[in-house]
Each structure stands twice: as structure tokens, then as C-alpha cells.
């Protein structure tokens, strides 16, 4: 039986590694050994993106993802995103739009929103309302959540050599 | 009373001072809390919906290695003698006795560092029960021999009450009754009668935070950790609980992930309490998403409407019928039934009124407040009833509204007279936003099309206190100390704004200190959109007495009162350093006048009245059933906005939730078992479920009681929703649908009944 | 969740011997999106988790064959699937299929082989493999065999696969002249699970040839229509074969009433969607 192990990997950048056991989750092992409280598991089943975190550059629902399986990869977590004090575009666009209420289900959507403008740097309304539909605000703030997704986009275009003046 | 806005810190679109933490992951929930030497909790659940407990069997929890203790309502009484609680009345053990009462009511809890193990230990526990029959429906609660509580046990607290204490055989928990006019009279002579009933699903808050909380013993204190929207009210009740005085409970929050109404009063505070004081170390609970469904939800409720009708299209006389699935324990469902039960006649001016509301006690998981107080089941009933009647008389359904509307300086139901409530206004601007006299395309082939609209109103539950503290630096820096939770409502920005105002500072520098009872003052609770009029109004008086203070801080040192010395500098030559505060201290609540026992009038329910409105258009897919509300607007009165861009937010966010109450949620009960308590079955909204179109809008409108012309906002918007779109159906295919949700088959079937 | 032991054999060859076909807490571990919910739950509790994640290239990539066939490794992440350039151009079904399958974190994660042996009735692929006539290579201690789609899940949770057995890859017939197309149907939000999912696909010289009607989610298993599919067969798409096709479809379905909708409210959706699926397909831009 190997039922505890030690996993390396890359976090935010930075080399880790932790002490787990098998039945651990990636969100469990971020909260518990890192103290790493952005990705936080709400429904349990991957349905409302709350545990969002990145790994290998995609987005998986940490709350179904076996830390072992972390073992070699690159996770980027909400907290990874800002460069010190700088925010990243999409969090500017957040902030800006006022894209939330409550606030936890906010390093989801934005973690999602970041992956989504790296695939799709323009995407159109329907394409934002397709991807984002696995990730739950209860609290409601979809159209501006629509708002900051369009402003992150334009923000990400400007800021890219040879992209597009916003 | 309320004061013009000079220092442009009112009206300010100002983005969440908490937005940074929220983006960058880091702002603090209860969730995130670990203490040291903190063990974990893990509830075990009923599974039948009544019955007598013959026995628990916690020995193979007990002896699986790493589990510090298992706890049943035997230890719980070694702590707590009389463990029941609540806030209407004290009905509910912290763990079951004796009896269950519905599924899911917490029996034992495993107590272990690991909650891997605390989870594994809960499914060795073995419970079996005596079944008993069951009673689930509201209305077969009135007459029905399977009574729920032996006895009922009103808390005390309010009046109203307690003329119900240790009555027997009966599920009744209130009844509320308002006699106006002569309702007799007026159905005799009506040209035409009108008789409908509507009725709501069980559903639930699904905060995304489930709630959580801790406690950690000290030295004859007790410091509660608590995702709670009154801290104030925890920490009564656990004193009480406790029989000691309130100074040795500490109650903390944080940001809420979401409230809702469902992390009122007490929900796993008095559990924490006492496995804290059993435990002698820190133990946490932290529900799972499923455990929420059983802890509380949104009154199911019927609804019988009935109207007199004269020739002129006026209606002249309403009854009406409501009962409240309140679920095995009272929670709040009391004050549901009478607060709203008293509007429950609708935004109209009727002479004759005649309501009944009951607050029933049913084998289901308890009943409280979800974002209306009961609002949103009233108007469902009422605003469809209206369409009802218009359609049936061939008028517009528009032209009836105004025929009737309720309009200020007239009695409503209760006889207080309107005040400050533009219900008019409100649909006014639906009307115009709708372009209802323009032409309206009514769609092709297959998919028809329609619009509908609706209207409510609400009181705000009186009489609440709000106590807040403003304390001035050394510096001059300013700390605002209130226990108003931000849930995501804004309500730390509003109140800085509010503070900033009064001291014309900008609101950004203001830091509020969030709830914590040894440190903030009382506040009754974040609920029923008061904390606005009722917070706002002690902010705005503790920052007044800030002022004065400071202005006698002036007189005291020679400074001329219009002179602009810094705060820091005024200190200095006070003290010699940089020392001292300011501290500001402001109270208030409003006048009420309680409703008569036998007639429910009153000259005065409520300090201020909010009114919301929904418009609708709709594409139904006749094929299927399918409805899609391709635009939804919103339309209300909450006076003036402090921060027009967090109103918004919160319009557009109440609507989309009651979207989803009205379309797609549902808790589906059968053979006493909950089938569906995860988001894999409980459908919220996702983004794909929006509408097309989202429209939000706050008439021009001044609350002259509020502070700085302001109100409450947070559920006006729940208000229209569900009637406008089943307006908009009937409209579109001319099936009419009583009962929520309004899911595709359930249209589909109406659409086959009536032959289309 | 309790402790496991966790094994991530180098190849298929290993993955194999470490099987135990007589112990249920025994099973091959692949994306897991679906395993762990019944982890989580307490429904499984595993003994020995043999992750896939390492057993060969075979089993991770997609390519097509100089014939034209498409063959899908069964540790393909249903995304990479999703956005492979080669199935967007010959096989658009399938991509457009997988932009409503669950959300974009699952199908991160979540592989072609997982999705098939896990055999949940609502799964969206099914119903489209078996339209598009697509095959399984199933390997186990005997060699490899390979099964149809069609008859691969034999009822909720059950496949032809036996317990010493792993899905290594899919085989997808070249399109050819096929039309296809998938409508969903949900009933409780947008992102339900489905009510019932309809592949259709035939191959088009003009008239429709060997037709394929297949109804997922709403019936224990993928079901082929048969009697629909017999309908149209040899005949040209038009507003009456649409409604006669449909209303054969609802009759023969063996639809299962849940709370996604009842027996009867199910069967006029096959009927709807039935005919909306076959004027998709027929809309579509034929396949090169």
C-alpha cells in the first residue's frame, strides 16, 4: 500500500512540494498545507467553479482532482495571478465592473475568464455565456460578470504587442 | 429628518472597498478559519421524516482510530439543560430528543481532527426509529391528527406569541388575522366574483459558502466564529442557552459567501457552543453543500385569492387564504406570516379586506427567510390573480392596475396610510420600458411570444434596533464599528459612504471594523433590506456626534468652528502627541405601532415601504413547452441610491435569483426523502440560463425617512418576477399556470389541457 | 474519503495485471470526474486506484488514418478532443457535441475512455459514436477485441467490458458522405444534465442511406430507433417525413420517466427533437 506520498510540483510559480495522502483533493491539500484559500470547495461535484484552480495552464474543479495527480505539474491559483501588487487585466476588468457581490465564487470566473482569453482573446457574448456556464454565482452578478469578461478581453488586446487599441 | 447629500460621498458609484481581497482571493470568509487544536464536526442525519428514536448505536464511530469523540443530545444536556432554541419560539433541540421531525435533523455529531474521519465515523453510526406518520403539506397541516410538536413553546420574545404558549394539538404556530371593512357587504353587491389559488415550491438559499461555524472555548467564555447575519441575536441566544450573561459570549463574522436569509439566527452556533464546551477545545462545522437543504429553506406556501369586482373595474373587496409550509421547526415563520401576511392583499386600493395567514408546522426541514420575508409567494399569488381578472374582463391588464392602484396618502390594508412608496412611479416605468401601447411582435410558427408585468410592495419588519460606533484616531483615520454583514450586498461601502458624508471625507478612507460583539455594537440583524434605513440611520447619527465632538474639541482649544485644522493636528494640541480619539455613537429605531390582535390594523406597520416591479417578454416553444424570457426589467423604489452601481447589482442579482425559483428550482420530496439535495439536481441559474436582456432600473424617488433619502433594496427585486413571466405566457399562448415552477412540462401540459 | 492505494503503471501491458476482476474495490482510474463524486459520496471506496495516466502513447493521441478513420486514444481529455483541428474539420458532430458535454473543467479532465466504460445514460457522446457506426478496442489478458459503440453499455452503469479489460481506443468511420448532427434537450436548466440527447447521421447521394436514429438520456442505454430509421430510409427530408419520423420515434422509444420529465412529456420530446435533429443534420453543410 502506498496510501501517503510525496508530490513536486510547481506552484504559482514557485517549486513545492507536500506530504499526501491518495484520497486527498488537489483544493484540500492548497488550503491545508499551503493556506491557500482562494480555490474553496462549495458544491462538491465540479459544477459551480468555486475550486477552480489552473494545472498545466487548463482549468480543472479542484474539488474532484486527486493532489496526487498534481505530482509534475504547474497549478496556478487566484492567489498566483497578480504580479505583487499589479493586478492581472482580468481582475482589473472584475474590480472595475464591479463583477461580483459575495465574492466567492469570484477566483473562479476569474481563473476560467483567464483561461478562456488565452484560447480566445475576442470572444463574443455567446461564447463567454458557453464557457462560463459551469461556474455558479448565486448571488447573480452574470451581466456584469458578461461586462468584465468583454473589458479583460479588450484590456489583454491592448496590453499585447501589435493587438488592438481598445 | 433626512439631510441633503453636500460631500458628494452619496450617489457615488464607488467600487466595493473590499473588491482587492475579492479578486485576489484573499478576502476572509469564516470558511478559511482554522484555530489551533481545532477539531472537526460531522453531523449525523435523520432519515426518516418522523419518528420516535429507539436507539443511536455511535460504538463502531466510536472505535475508529482517530476519532475524539461522538456526541448525542445526552451530552449535549450535560452543558445545556434546556437545549432548544429559536427566535419565535424555542422548538428546536441542538440535537434531536426523543423524537425526529424531519429528514435530515441533526442526530449525533462525530468529533475528529481529520474530517476524512469525521465523515468515515458518521457513516458507522446506526440510528433506528419508531416511524411515525408524516404531515407534509400546508394545508393539510391545518386538519391533520399527526401534530408535529407535542406543545408549543413560544420564546417570549414577542408579544404577539404569546397567547400561543403550550397549546396542544395543533400545528398551527401563528395565525394572523386583519378584518377591514365590510368584506361581506362588498361580495354581496359585486358585479362579478373572482376565486383563484396559487401555490410555491420548497426551495432553497444555496449560499456557496455553506455555512459554517466554529467555537473555542476561553476562561468561562466561549468566542463563536460564524458565517451568521446577526451576530447580535447568536449571541443572545447562546447566552441564554448557556444561562450566562452576554459578555462571555464573543460572536465574530466575516464576509458572508452569500446569506440570503439562511444564515439568520441560529443554525449550527448552539451546536459549536456545546461541543466546544463538551470538547474543552475549538471545534468547527462546516456544512456541505446537501446538509444546507436540510437546514433551512423557503416557506412552500398555498394561497386562496378571491375578489369583488365592481362594473367599473374597481375591486372593492379581497379575501385572503395563506398557509405557510413552515417545516418542523418555527425559525422565523411567524413573523413571515404576520409581516407579510398584512400585504398579502396586494398594492391596491381596496376598501374591504379580509386576510388570514397561518404558519403551519409540517415533517418537513424548517421553513425561514429567503430574500423576501414571504413577498415574493404574495405577489406570485396576487399579481396573477390581477392579470386574471383583467383578461377576464377584457381589460388591459395595465389600465386595471391603475384603476386600483394604491397611491400615497391612501390606508393600505392595515389602515396605515401610504407614504413614500412610488408604486405608481414603478409602473409607470415599466409601462413606458415595455412600450406596452406599441405594437408587439407576437411571434411565428412554432415559437409564440408575450409580456407581462407585475407588482409588489413590501414593509420593512419594525421595530429593529441598529447601535453603530465611529471612532476618530490619533491620526484622524476613521474606523467605523457596526455588526451589519456584508454578504455581498455592499453594505461596507454604503456605510462608509454614509459616514464619509456626514465628516466630508472620502468614503474610501473610512475602515469598517466588521461584526465582532465584543467590539461592535448591537445591531437586530442583516435582514428584510433594513440594514440601509436602519444601519444608515445610526452611521449617519453616530458620525453627527462624531461632529459635535469634534466641534467642542475646537471650542475647547480655541478654534474657530469653520476652520479647516486637521483632525491629527487638533489631537496634537490636545494631548501634546499624537493620541486620543473620537468616538461617535448612534442609535436608532423607528416608530411602530403594533397591529391589533383581533383586526391586524395599525396606524403605523412600517417605517418605510419597498415596492418592485418586473416586466416580461417571453418566447414559449409550443412543441415543447420551453419558455425563454428574452427580456426581464426591473423597476424599483428604494429611494435614493448611496451607490447607484451596487443597486444595480443587487437588482439584477435578486431577479436572477427568483428567475430561478420561478423556472428551474425545486426540492423534490418523495416517500419522506429529499431527492435532490445537491447542485447536480437543484438547478440555480447558470449563465445560460439569463435572459437575453437584463434591464435595472430605481425610479427617481426620495424615502423621506431615510437617511439621506435612502432605503432598502436587497429583495425588491425578488418581488415581480415569477407573475410578470407567467403573465407573459398567458399572454403568449394564453395558458395560465398556478403553480412554481413553470418548468417546460408543466407549460407543455397546459398548453394540451387548453387544446393548443 | 479514506486512504488508497494508488498505482500508475508505465504501460498498458502492467495497468493490466494490476486489475483484480473479483474485487470491485479494484478499478482503472482515468480523468476520475466521475469516480470521485462516487468517492466522495461513499458510494465507492476504493482498495487500489490503477491510474491510466502513464500506460502509453497509444492511449493518448488522436489521429487519422490514411483510410480516413478517426482513432481516439481512450486517455484523450475530452477538450483536447474537443479543439483537435483534424476532428473540427472531418468530424464537426463531435465538437459541436462536446461544447454542451458537462462544463470546460470537467472536460479538462475527463477522458473519452472514462466517459464510455463510466456508461451514465445521460452521457452526450454515446448516442453520436453509435450514429456515426464507431467501434471500441478493448484490450485484456486474452489480447484486444473490438466492439461496436452500439452495444458496448448494456444498461445504467453496465458495459460489455469485463473487469479485466481496459477501453485502449476509438475508431470512427470516416465520414464520407454522412450528415450528422446532435440535438440536446434539457428541461431544468441549460447546463442539466440532458432530458434526452437524438444523434442522427446517413449517408446522402440525394436520398438518405443507411440512416441511423440513436435517443440517449432518456432510455437506459443508447437506443437505435429503428423503426424511424426505417422511415426515412431511401427518401428525400421534407416537413411530412420530419413529423412521421418523429411520431415513429415516440412510439417506439423506451423512454424512463425522472425528474427531468415524465414518460409521456419525454415522448414528445423525442418527437420534437427527433425531426429537429434530422432538419440539423439535413441544413448542415454535407461532409466532404
Not at chain 2, 399579481?383 to 388591459?396: C, K, N
Not at chain 2, 475647547?556 to 502627541?577: C, I, Q
Amino acid at each position: 500500500m502506498s496510501a501517503t506520498r510525496r508530490i513536486r510540483f510547481t506552484l504559482n510559480g514557485q517549486a513545492a512540494a507536500a506530504e499526501i495522502g491518495t484520497h486527498e483533493t488537489l483544493v484540500e491539500v492548497l488550503r491545508d498545507r499551503f493556506a491557500l484559500f482562494g480555490a474553496r470547495e462549495s458544491c462538491s461535484q465540479g459544477l459551480c467553479g468555486c475550486c477552480t484552480v489552473l494545472v498545466d495552464g487548463h482549468a480543472v474543479s479542484g474539488c474532484l482532482f486527486l493532489a496526487a495527480a498534481a505530482d509534475g505539474v504547474k497549478i496556478q491559483t487566484i492567489e498566483g495571478l497578480a504580479s505583487g501588487e499589479r493586478l492581472d487585466p482580468v481582475q482589473e476588468a472584475f474590480l472595475e465592473c464591479g463583477a461580483f457581490q459575495c465574492g466567492f465564487c469570484t477566483p473562479g470566473f476569474i481563473l476560467m475568464t483567464r483561461q478562456l482569453l488565452d484560447e480566445n482573446p475576442a470572444p463574443s457574448e455567446d461564447e463567454i455565456r458557453h464557457y462560463l456556464s459551469g461556474n455558479l454565482c448565486r448571488c447573480g452578478a452574470y451581466p456584469e460578470i458578461i461586462e468584465a469578461v468583454k473589458l479583460a478581453s479588450h484590456k489583454v488586446k491592448s496590453r499585447t504587442p501589435g493587438g488592438a487599441a481598445p | 429628518m433626512s439631510a441633503t447629500a453636500k460631500a458628494g460621498q452619496i450617489g457615488r458609484s464607488l467600487p466595493r472597498l473590499e473588491g482587492r481581497a475579492k479578486v485576489t482571493g484573499r478576502a476572509e470568509y469564516i470558511h478559511n478559519l482554522r484555530l489551533p487544536g481545532m477539531v472537526h464536526g460531522k453531523i449525523f442525519r435523520s432519515a426518516v421524516a418522523h419518528g420516535r428514536i429507539r436507539r443511536v448505536d455511535t460504538a463502531a464511530a466510536k472505535a475508529l482510530s482517530g476519532v475524539f469523540a461522538v456526541v448525542t443530545s445526552d451530552d449535549i444536556r450535560k452543558v445545556i439543560s434546556n437545549p432548544y432554541y429559536g427566535p419565535a419560539f424555542h422548538d428546536q433541540p441542538i440535537l434531536a430528543i426523543d423524537k425526529v421531525r424531519h429528514v435530515g435533523e441533526p442526530v449525533a455529531v462525530v468529533l475528529a481532527e481529520d474530517p476524512h474521519v469525521a465523515e468515515e465515523a458518521m457513516r458507522l453510526i446506526i440510528a433506528e426509529y419508531d416511524e411515525l406518520p408524516a404531515v407534509t403539506d400546508e394545508v393539510e397541516a391545518m386538519t391533520s391528527t399527526v401534530i408535529v410538536h407535542d406543545a408549543l413553546k413560544p420564546a417570549g420574545i414577542f408579544p404577539d406569541l404569546k397567547h400561543l404558549e403550550g397549546r396542544k394539538g395543533t400545528n398551527v404556530a401563528l395565525d394572523f388575522h386583519l378584518r377591514r371593512g365590510d368584506v361581506k357587504q362588498a361580495f354581496a353587491e359585486a358585479t362579478h366574483v373572482f376565486e383563484h389559488t396559487f401555490r410555491t415550491q420548497p426551495v432553497m438559499h444555496t449560499p456557496l459558502e455553506p455555512m459554517v461555524s466554529a467555537a473555542e472555548p476561553g476562561d468561562g467564555t466561549l468566542t463563536i466564529h460564524t458565517a451568521s447575519q446577526s451576530p447580535s441575536f447568536v449571541r443572545m441566544e447562546v447566552a441564554r442557552l448557556l444561562g450566562w450573561p452576554e459578555n462571555r459570549v464573543r460572536v465574530k463574522t466575516a464576509f458572508l459567501g452569500g446569506g440570503f436569509g439562511a444564515k439568520l439566527y441560529i443554525k449550527l452556533e448552539a451546536l459549536v457552543a456545546a461541543l466546544a464546551l463538551l470538547a474543552r477545545r475549538p471545534v468547527k462545522i462546516s456544512l456541505a453543500m446537501d446538509e444546507q437543504f436540510f437546514t433551512i429553506t423557503k416557506h412552500p406556501s398555498t394561497f386562496r385569492i378571491k375578489s369583488a369586482v365592481d362594473k367599473d373595474g374597481r375591486v372593492t373587496a379581497r379575501e385572503c387564504e395563506v398557509w405557510w409550509n413552515g417545516g418542523a421547526y418555527a425559525d422565523v415563520g411567524p413573523r413571515v406570516t404576520q409581516k407579510s401576511g398584512f400585504t398579502a392583499a396586494g398594492p391596491y386600493d381596496i376598501d374591504n379586506v379580509a386576510i388570514d395567514s397561518y404558519a403551519l408546522y409540517t415533517n418537513r426541514p424548517p421553513a425561514g427567510a429567503l430574500r423576501g420575508f414571504g413577498i415574493p409567494q404574495l405577489v406570485w399569488a396576487y399579481e396573477s390573480h390581477t392579470d386574471m381578472i383583467a383578461r377576464a374582463l377584457g381589460i388591459d391588464p395595465v389600465e386595471f392596475r391603475r384603476r386600483n392602484i394604491l397611491r400615497d396618502g391612501r390606508p393600505q390594508a392595515t389602515g396605515t396610510v401610504m407614504k413614500d412608496a412610488a408604486i405608481d412611479k414603478v409602473l409607470d416605468r415599466l409601462v413606458q420600458r415595455l412600450g406596452w401601447s406599441r405594437p408587439f411582435d407576437r411571434g411565428q410558427g412554432s415559437v409564440k411570444r408575450g409580456r407581462g408585468l407585475a407588482v409588489g410592495f413590501k414593509a420593512s419588519i419594525a421595530p429593529t434596533t441598529s447601535v453603530a460606533i465611529l471612532n476618530l484616531y490619533a491620526d484622524g483615520s476613521c474606523g467605523l464599528y457596526c455588526s451589519t454583514v456584508d454578504m455581498g450586498q455592499g453594505s461596507d461601502t454604503a456605510m462608509a459612504q454614509i459616514a464619509a458624508e456626514v465628516l466630508d471625507i472620502p468614503a474610501e478612507t473610512v475602515r469598517v471594523v466588521h461584526p465582532d460583539t465584543d467590539v461592535t455594537p448591537y445591531d437586530m440583524a442583516t435582514l428584510g433590506s433594513r440594514s440601509t434605513y436602519h444601519m444608515g440611520h445610526a452611521v449617519k447619527r453616530a458620525a453627527e456626534d462624531a461632529r459635535v465632538k469634534i466641534d467642542a474639541l475646537k471650542a475647547d482649544l480655541g478654534v474657530p468652528p469653520g476652520s479647516n485644522v486637521p483632525l491629527a493636528e487638533l489631537f496634537r494640541r490636545k494631548y501634546g502627541m499624537q493620541a486620543g480619539n473620537i468616538v461617535g455613537v448612534g442609535s436608532f429605531v423607528p416608530s411602530y405601532a403594533s397591529p391589533d390582535h383581533d383586526t391586524g390594523l395599525t396606524p403605523n406597520a412600517t417605517p418605510f415601504w419597498m415596492v418592485g416591479g418586473t416586466g416580461a417578454e417571453v418566447e414559449v416553444d409550443t412543441e415543447t413547452g420551453h419558455v425563454r424570457v428574452a427580456r426581464l426589467i426591473n423597476v424599483a423604489d428604494l429611494g435614493t441610491p448611496i451607490n447607484p452601481r451596487i443597486v444595480e447589482t443587487q437588482l439584477s442579482g435578486g431577479a436572477i435569483m427568483q428567475l430561478g425559483f420561478t423556472m428551474q428550482e425545486r426540492m423534490e420530496f418523495a416517500d419522506g426523502q429529499l431527492l435532490n439535495p445537491n447542485l447536480a439536481d437543484y438547478k440555480i441559474p447558470g449563465m445560460r440560463d439569463l435572459p437575453a436582456r437584463i434591464e435595472s432600473e430605481a425610479v427617481d424617488a426620495v424615502e423621506r425617512g431615510g437617511p439621506f433619502g435612502a432605503k432598502g433594496v436587497g429583495e425588491t427585486a425578488t418581488f415581480g418576477v415569477s407573475p410578470a413571466i407567467a403573465n407573459a405566457i398567458d399572454a403568449a399562448v394564453g395558458v395560465r399556470l398556478t403553480e412554481l415552477p413553470l418548468t417546460p412540462e408543466a407549460v407543455y401540459r397546459a398548453l394540451r389541457k387548453a387544446g393548443r | 474519503m479514506t486512504p488508497f492505494d494508488l498505482v500508475e503503471p508505465p504501460s498498458l501491458g502492467e495497468a493490466l495485471k494490476l486489475l483484480e476482476p473479483d474485487d470491485s474495490a479494484v478499478r482503472p482510474l482515468a480523468g476520475g470526474t466521475a469516480l470521485m463524486l462516487l468517492m466522495k459520496s461513499g458510494f465507492f471506496r476504493p482498495k487500489r486506484l490503477v491510474s491510466l495516466r502513464a500506460a502509453g502513447e497509444r492511449l493518448a493521441r488522436i489521429r487519422i488514418e490514411p483510410n480516413g478513420e478517426l482513432r481516439i486514444g481512450a486517455m484523450v481529455r475530452l477538450a483536447a478532443l474537443e479543439w483537435a483541428p483534424e476532428v473540427r474539420r472531418d468530424f464537426p458532430v463531435i465538437g459541436h457535441t462536446l461544447r454542451t458535454l458537462a462544463n470546460v473543467r470537467v472536460r479538462n479532465v475527463a477522458t473519452l475512455g472514462g466517459h464510455l466504460a463510466h456508461a451514465d445514460p445521460h452521457s452526450d457522446l454515446p448516442p453520436v459514436l453509435i450514429a456515426l457506426g464507431a467501434c471500441l478496442v478493448l484490450a485484456g489478458p486474452r489480447g484486444e477485441r473490438a466492439v461496436p459503440v452500439e452495444g458496448f453499455a448494456t444498461g445504467h452503469y453496465e458495459t460489455v467490458c469485463k473487469g479485466d479489460e481496459l477501453i485502449v481506443e476509438a475508431t470512427i468511420p470516416p465520414l464520407g458522405r454522412r450528415r450528422a448532427a446532435y440535438a440536446k434537450c434539457t428541461t431544468r436548466s441549460a447546463d442539466d444534465w440532458p432530458a434526452l440527447g437524438i444523434a442522427v447521421a446517413w449517408d446522402d447521394d440525394g436520398a438518405i442511406r443507411s440512416p441511423r436514429i440513436v435517443l440517449g438520456a432518456a432510455t437506459e442505454r443508447p437506443t437505435r430507433l429503428k423503426a424511424a430509421e426505417a422511415l426515412i430510409a431511401g427518401r428525400t427530408l421534407d416537413g411530412a417525413l420530419l413529423t412521421r419520423a418523429g411520431e415513429a420515434a415516440a412510439e417506439e422509444a423506451d423512454v424512463v420517466a425522472d425528474a427531468r420529465g415524465s414518460v409521456s412529456y419525454k415522448k414528445q420530446l423525442v418527437k420534437v427533437y427527433v425531426a429537429r435533429a434530422l432538419r440539423a443534420a439535413g441544413a448542415g453543410p454535407a461532409a466532404p
